[in-house]
């Protein structure tokens, strides 16, 4: 099985809940709005993340806390 891509994963390393609009989070990432938007629903729809679209505040999901932790445990093994 193969593992799906976590997008926003650099975002959540030091904090589980980030507030960014999605021009902060298009800078953020290196790419254009619209690419950034298409990777944050990815990461919703495959539960990485929450997000208060209202607010524009994302929160790490227990999958996605995870993912990161599995990530740090690979790079420093």
């Known amino acids: 099985m193969q593992?799906?891509?976590?997008?926003?994963?650099?975002l959540f390393k030091k904090e589980p809940k980030?507030?960014?609009t999605d021009q902060e989070l298009a800078d953020a990432?290196?790419?254009s709005i619209e690419c950034a938007i298409?990777?944050?629903?990815q990461d919703v729809e495959q539960?990485?993340?929450f997000a208060d679209e209202a607010s524009s505040t994302y929160y790490l999901s227990p999958?996605?806390?995870d993912r990161i932790q599995?990530?740090?445990?690979?790079h420093y093994s």
């Open 29 to 31: 990432l290196g790419m």
């Open 18 to 20: 980030v507030t960014l």
């Open 70 to 74: 599995t990530l740090k445990l690979r």
């Open 38 to 41: 298409k990777c944050r629903k």
């Open 47 to 49: 539960g990485f993340i």
């Open 63 to 65: 999958i996605g806390f």
């Open 3 to 10: 593992e799906q891509p976590f997008h926003l994963q650099d």
